[in-house]
DNA sequence: CTCCATTAGTTTCATCATGAAACTAGATTG
DNA sequence: CAATCTAGTTTCATGATGAAACTAATGGAG
């Protein structure tokens, strides 16, 4: 058993994300899945990527529930491959990863698309982190603390 | 050259932080490095992972300027590795995948932490996108647009 | 209805990455 | 200066990845 560690029984909430998306095609997917992608040529051709492989993490993501299968919308008897609220969840996964890029990236000259408000085609600004009444967060705004126990029926 | 394949020259910037982040280790190690972690001995201890791996992700993340090294802050001669300010501008992207997991895992009870404003105490709310001019924007809300051409000097 | 092309995979095989354990050089401690 | 600790590297077995060939079912042309 030298297999490649698992996440799933960790604690950490990052740990068992990125157990689902943390993949070098997972996420890809997700993002070609929210641009309209269903079918598994699409895939495949869009992304590049060996057809073994990409079998492979469509099956793991439907068993995830990141992706279901649902019986063609075109009347063909073949299936699609569409997210799932959870999969959609992943948005601002794709939003961070693709800001963090655009903020750090040694050569920002090489990326292709710029994410805009659809209403005045404006570059979105960075994700934000509020507290529960509003204010803005920075990272030394925050800290961790163990998940209260849940509490059964009503508080003691 | 049948290597993994690298996203390195992918225009999408999604594929680029993925080409950076995108292992199993390397968002966990910046994850212990924000915090507080320094030290080898630390992180292996902590994150329980083999030596040659975290030993090739440190340098990993060094090359790509996510860590530094610094010559020690308590006298020793050993070296420490600490976030650079590109690797502390990952924080929302642990915050997302913390979040992704939190709202759809299938089962949050084993989630140990949670993040929480510090000097309320009560969890962040979930991330938010705006717009330029500061409205809360859907996913529905975005979409993606070429890059501008990089003007020279002055507009034609 | 028949034949051919397309789709959606699976199989096979070579190579790469990962992980565990043993090993090592330099730093630190007693 | 001997024992131990730190921070790695080396070695080796195994799992994951990728390219290509293969296959079964579908769809389309005539």
């Not at 309209?36 to 073994?52: D, H, P, T, V």
């Not at 469509?58 to 992706?67: A, E, M």
């Not at 803005?136 to 029926?153: E, F, H, V």
């Amino acid at each position: 058993m030298v297999k490649r560690t698992s996440f799933e029984g960790d604690a950490c909430p990052i740990a068992r994300s990125l157990d689902a998306l943390g993949d070098w095609w997972s996420l890809l997917i997700i993002r070609e899945a929210l641009f309209g992608l269903r079918r598994f040529g699409e895939f495949q051709s869009k992304l590049g990527m060996a057809k073994n492989i990409l079998a492979a993490r469509l099956r793991s993501l439907v068993d995830r529930g990141i992706l279901a299968t649902a019986p063609a919308s075109d009347g063909s008897a073949y299936q699609e491959y569409v997210l799932t609220p959870k999969g959609r969840g992943a948005f601002p996964i794709l939003v961070a990863l693709r800001q963090w890029s655009e903020e750090f990236d040694d050569h920002p000259e090489e990326i292709a698309t710029i994410l805009v408000d659809r209403e005045k085609g404006r570059p979105v600004k960075k994700l934000e982190m509020h507290a529960e009444d509003g204010r803005l967060l920075s990272p030394a705004d925050t800290t961790l603390k163990p998940r209260p126990a849940p509490r059964r029926r009503s508080a003691s």
